[in-house]
Nanobody, 116 residues
Framework: QVQLVESGGGLVQPGGSLRLSCAASGSIFSINAMGWYRQAPGKQRELVAAITSGGSTNYADSVKGRFTISRDNAKNTVYLQMNSLKPEDTAVYYC??????????WGKGTLVTVSS
């Protein structure tokens, strides 16, 4: 079994920054892609950013230039640096990890609130 635990959420003013972390633990031999998704009230969950084991990244258009995803393969941890936060970034942020052959795991989520 694999567990993902997110941390780093909270309340921040518009224009501020937060750094989310997600650590994977358990029966892990390797992890393929890791990513961050978010779900705002009344909306569907959407991809924010993803990163492969080789470091290739993919971002939602709405966060390009503001958010940066990174990972530490030795620690099975993925990070999301969020800068220039906007009220529309308010959501529960979920960590996802894809393990071979076709397993996908989710964290329980961390709330990010951007408000003055």
């Amino acid at each position: 079994q694999v567990q993902l635990v997110e941390s780093g959420g909270g309340l921040v003013q518009p224009g501020g920054s937060l750094r989310l972390s997600c650590a994977a633990s358990g029966s892990i031999f390797s992890i393929n892609a890791m990513g961050w998704y978010r779900q705002a009230p009344g909306k569907q969950r959407e991809l924010v950013a993803a990163i492969t084991s080789g470091g290739s990244t993919n971002y939602a258009d709405s966060v390009k230039g503001r958010f940066t995803i990174s990972r530490d393969n030795a620690k099975n941890t993925v990070y999301l640096q969020m800068n220039s936060l906007k009220p529309e970034d308010t959501a529960v942020y979920y960590c996802n990890a894809d393990l071979p052959p076709l397993w996908s795991y989710w964290g329980k989520g961390t709330l990010v609130t951007v408000s003055s």
